[in-house]
Each structure stands twice: as C-alpha cells, then as structure tokens.
C-alpha cells in the first residue's frame, strides 16, 4: 500500500472514529445492561398477577367491546397477545385526538377486568429510550443509525490499517515492555480485529432498527395499500364482522403458527379495509419473521397472505442479532463480554489519538 | 514487497477464521435452540478466546515494564521474541 492510500484510509479511520466515538460509548455502555433486561425486569418487579377466573375464555370481541365500553368514542388500532399470561392487550385511539396518541389497555380474558401492564423497571426503560433515540424521537433515531455507518466505516478502514501496523509481528503480539502508547496501540489491534465480525454486525443491525419507522411506513403505502386498492370503500367501526371469526379464518390460512397481533383496518401495519392478523413461526429464526393474513373487515372472507418483503423481514431479523437475545444466558453472556471489549477499544483508540496529539504538540 | 512481508494472508490468518467461527455462531445460535445456542454462544466467544490466548501467551513483558515486571522475567535478551 503506497503512503497516500494508507494516508487516506488513516483519514477515514480517524474521522470516523472521532466523530462516533461519543456516542458509541454511550451505545456501549446502556447496552450492557439492555442484554439483559429480561432477567434484570424479573429479578427487580413483582409480577404476581393472577387471572380472575382461570379456565373461562372471553371471545375476542368480548374483550374489545369491554376495552371500547371504558374509552367511549375510541376506535381500535391494535390487539396484541401476551404469551405467559392470559392478557390481550387492547390499543385504542380517539379519532378526533392528537394523532399518535394511543390508549393501552391490558385486559384479563378471563374475565374482561383490567390487569397490570408488563413495564419494564423505570431505570432499563430510561437506559432503553436513550439507547433508542436519546429522547429526541425519529430524528434521534436517525442521528444514531448514522454514527452506526460510521462505525461501519472505522471498523473497515481499521482492517485495512491492521496489515501494515502487524508486517513485522506474529499475531496478537502486545508489546507490554514499550512505551504506553505502543502499548496501547497493540492492545486497540488485537482486540478490535478479533471482534470485526460481532461489531459489524451488531452495527449495522441497529442501523437499521433506526430505519424501523420510514421501513414500516414505506411497507404500508406499497405492498399493503396495493392490497387494498383492490378493494372498495373502508370499513367503518359499526359495519365490521367478527373479530374472534376473522382471526379464525386467519388462523387457518396459516396453520402451524402462533398468534402475535390483530391490525385493525386504518391504524398502521394494516389497509382501511382490513383486519391484518399477524403471526409469527417457532424456531428462534422465524420466531422474529411475521407473516399477516388480511381478512376483509366487512365479508370476514380472506383477502390475502401478505408475505413480507424483504426489507421487512431484514429488519425483522435485525432485532435478534443486535439485542442477543435469541440464545439464552450463555449467548448473552458472550455478548456482554464483547460489550466490554469494544468498550476497550473504543477508549483506547481514543486514547490513543490523544497521546499521537500531544506528541505532535511538544 | 520485502522478503520478510509475510502478506496478507498470513496477517489476515487468524482474524478471517475467528471473524468466520463468530458469524458461524451468530447465525448457528438463530437456527437452532437448545444445543445450537451452546455451540452458537461457544463459537461466538471464539474473539475473546484468541484474544486471552494472545495476552497470555503473545504479551511481551521486558525490564521497561515496571522493577517489579523485571526481577520476574529473564534478561531482556530472551524475554522478548
């Protein structure tokens, strides 16, 4: 590699790098705890509900004329399921209100009376909005999916360096005898190139669970709005048929699968004339892959399997492989150490730019 | 190149099987549950593995390493590699 090459690949590196690294940290230490969030949640709340009348079953449109009855003027949007408990979760939105804002109403189905919500400790939802978005919304969303490329860019342009700093040493050589920054610099080598693969990785898939919002919408005024077109005028609240009959039917368009959410007709994931019921598979790997049937609100008839397109299913597949949290305890274990590592070079590449400046200044 | 370049691949060696053995885990440990996940977390933990290994065996300690570093070691002649 001529000198003005590894010059620009050094440029890349550094500003890259420098650019990022903040906020990276920052990734890297709310992340930590964010694996595991499960076993923290369990370990610091006390979840001893019990259902009211267990053994007896509200039909679906028992549990949502109940949720509807104690939001009057309310329209639904979501149904979701709870898989440990027998808790529907109804989402209900006023079509006056603001927009955006949503009533969550956990119902117990077996009774119709309300049950506790499942919320995380407040100190790992803080940690998990920050992680997010920083509590700046979409565009904070957006500001970190950005620093995730650059990431993207130091980690490759970091490989690229990796070969001409080790020609003349066997690998994972620290030279623990010389100075600190020499030190340190084989220290940030060794660690960064055993970690490329689990970095760009974890990287990119956050980059894109930050494009999940414009991902969900673009899903929906395309592939979902050209389901729809086929079709005539909306379905309105009071002229809609079964819910527990559309679900169903559903269900037996897509046998073998479990039930995740209903999308009622005009809310997100779903047309103006649907029910889009969601089901997910079993193995950790469709587990995270859902698949809607479209029932028409107003027949009950089945419209269609909407199979999800590809960059649905990618992002579906970004949530697993960047939180590591689809291989029990061991997996999460091997991740948070890897957490730790990054931390290590992020720090020391950092310290290491400092110390170069301040050579560069005496 | 100079005849002591040992080129990339002998550079890239150990970082492409450890960057092959993690990815392997990672999507191993999605396929799978029960016994994948144990192999997916075990060929994932591959990096820090070679890692420790290297600080181990690949740290070189000589006398500038602190006094106490060098009444341990052997002269610096033979410390380093």
């Given amino acids: ?362 | 190149m100079s005849r002591r370049d040992p080129g990339p691949g002998a550079i890239f060696a150990v970082p492409l099987v450890v960057g092959g053995l993690s990815l392997a885990g990672l999507v191993g440990a999605l396929l799978g549950d029960g016994v994948m996940d144990g192999i997916g977390a075990a060929l994932l933990a591959s990096g820090p593995a070679v890692a420790a290994w290297a600080l181990a065996a690949r740290r070189r300690q000589g006398p500038a390493a602190g006094p106490a570093a060098s009444r341990r070691n052997p002269p610096p002649a033979s410390a380093g590699r």
């Fill in chain 1, 1 to 362: 590699m001529d000198t003005r090459t590894l010059r620009a690949w050094s440029w890349v590196h550094r500003w890259s790098s420098l650019v990022s690294t903040l906020f990276l940290l920052m990734l890297c230490l709310t992340g930590l705890p964010l694996v595991f969030s499960h076993e923290i949640d369990e370990a610091l709340l006390h979840r001893d509900w019990r259902p009211a009348a267990p053994g007896r079953v509200l039909t679906l449109d028992e549990v949502l004329d109940v949720a509807l009855a104690r939001h009057p003027g309310e329209v639904p949007a979501f149904m979701s399921f709870d898989e440990d408990r027998p808790v529907v979760n109804v989402t209900s939105v006023d079509p006056a209100g603001p927009p955006g804002r949503y009533t969550f109403q956990p119902i117990d189905r077996t009774s119709g009376d309300p049950a506790p919500p499942v919320a995380g400790h407040p100190v790992m939802e803080f940690l998990l909005q920050l992680h997010t978005d920083m509590f700046l919304g979409l565009p904070g969303m957006l500001f970190l999916g950005l620093m995730g490329l650059l990431l993207a860019a130091a980690v490759v342009s970091g490989v690229v360096l990796y070969a001409p700093f080790m020609r003349r040493l066997p690998f994972g050589t620290v030279r623990a005898d010389r100075r600190a920054p020499i030190r340190w610099l084989d220290y940030h080598n060794l660690l960064g190139v055993v970690t490329v693969a689990w970095v760009l990785v974890v990287g990119l898939t956050g980059v894109v669970n930050t494009l999940a919002v414009p991902i969900i919408a673009y899903w929906k005024e395309t592939s979902l709005e050209a389901l729809a077109a086929a079709h005539e005028a909306p379905a309105a609240p009071g002229e809609r048929s079964s819910l527990e009959a559309a679900v169903q039917r559903a269900r037996a368009a897509l046998p073998g699968r479990t039930l995740q959410f209903v999308a009622f007709p005009g809310s997100d994931y779903s047309t103006d004339r649907h029910y889009a019921v969601f089901f997910h598979g079993d193995t950790p790997l469709t587990r995270h892959l859902t698949t809607p049937a479209l029932i028409d609100a107003q027949t009950g008839e089945l419209t269609a399997v909407a199979a999800t397109p590809w960059y649905v299913k990618t992002l579906s597949l970004s949530q697993p492989l960047h939180f590591g949290d689809y291989g029990g305890l061991p997996l999460k274990i091997v991740w948070a150490l890897l957490d730790l590592v990054t931390i290590v070079v992020l720090a020391s590449g950092l310290y290491l730019w400092l110390a170069r400046r301040r050579k560069a200044r005496a």
